[in-house]
């Protein structure tokens, strides 16, 4: 499986920003969905994830501003994120399973 994360980049705080991970490979479906971020010197930490039933968490940092979903069609995951702040900003990571994708920079300016 390879996934590709596409989506980030510059916006004010208040904006929106919507990041992807696609997969390639087969059983897509049955594989959990979590985006993570990181910044510099701190360790990574679950965003939110979505597992093949549809079961859903959020950080409770996001909670009401991030929407993650899933298109098993187009095995492609999604995180919509909106009234994002400075502090959201990071490179965020998806992971499929024990996948991980490559990361994307979002960078939140006050």
């Known amino acids: 499986v390879q996934l590709q994360a596409s989506g980030g980049g510059l916006v004010q705080a208040g904006g929106s920003l919507r990041l992807s991970c696609a997969a390639s490979?087969?059983?897509?479906?049955?594989?959990?969905i979590a985006w993570y971020r990181q910044t510099p010197g701190k360790q990574r930490e679950l965003v939110a994830g979505?597992?093949?039933?549809?079961?859903?968490n959020y950080a409770d940092s996001v909670k009401g501003r991030f929407t993650i979903s899933r298109d098993n069609a187009k095995n492609t995951g999604y995180l919509q994120m909106n009234s994002l702040k400075p502090e959201d900003t990071a490179v965020y990571y998806c992971?499929?399973?024990?996948?991980w994708g490559q990361g994307t920079l979002v960078t939140v300016s006050s």
């Open positions: 992971r499929l399973g024990s996948f």
């Open positions: 490979g087969s059983s897509f479906s049955i594989y959990v």
């Open positions: 979505i597992t093949n039933g549809g079961a859903i």
